[in-house]
């Protein structure tokens, strides 16, 4: 067999690979937004669809709500306060795996409220129609990261998420 066929025959399978994975929708998104909502199930137990994302910023530091858009969609009460409670609970450990997985590693904000978790006073809170997290610092540097991430969050999440 020649060197170049041997080139092809062994090049023909990583392209394959490549238009599969480059050709996904479910892997790659058009947007940031609509990566979000397609890989929301991934990390969220609730529809995203049902719900909305309220991010409010004060001088302490944030409000993240998650509540249902439909008041009839109460089958999700349940699934949000039991993420938020345990998000809440990582969150405190520094754990922000899941917002990692789902708007990647670099997201703003991310790393800083990583390291500084310590100084962050992270709270839950169930809400009759879902629940909400509070952090709270007095780290100047921290609070800033958190509003970024809060920031990062509005935009990636689009149409499920608004400001307070």
């Given at each position: 067999m020649s060197k170049h066929l041997l080139k092809v025959n062994y090049l023909a399978p990583v392209i394959v690979v490549f238009f599969v994975l480059f050709s996904s929708n479910s892997l790659f998104a058009g947007t940031p937004q609509e990566h979000v909502h397609q890989m929301a199930h991934s990390v969220m137990p609730f529809d995203i669809s049902k719900t909305v994302h309220i991010f409010?910023?004060?001088?302490?530091?944030?409000?993240?709500?998650?509540?249902l858009k439909d008041p009839g969609a109460t089958d999700q009460i349940g699934l949000i306060q039991k993420h938020l409670q345990h998000e809440a609970e990582?969150?405190?450990?520094?754990?922000?795996?899941?917002?990692?997985k789902l708007h990647g590693a670099d997201m703003p904000g991310l790393k800083e409220?990583?390291?500084?978790a310590s100084r962050i006073k992270v709270s839950y809170a169930a809400l009759p129609d879902g629940a909400e997290i509070t952090f709270e610092t007095t780290d100047l540097h921290l609070l800033t990261a958190l509003h970024r991430w809060f920031g990062a969050q509005l935009s990636e999440h689009g149409a499920d998420a608004r400001a307070e």
């Open positions: 409010k910023m004060t001088e302490s530091g944030g409000v993240q709500k998650v509540i990582r969150f405190q450990l520094g754990d922000y795996s899941d917002p990692a409220l990583q390291a500084g």
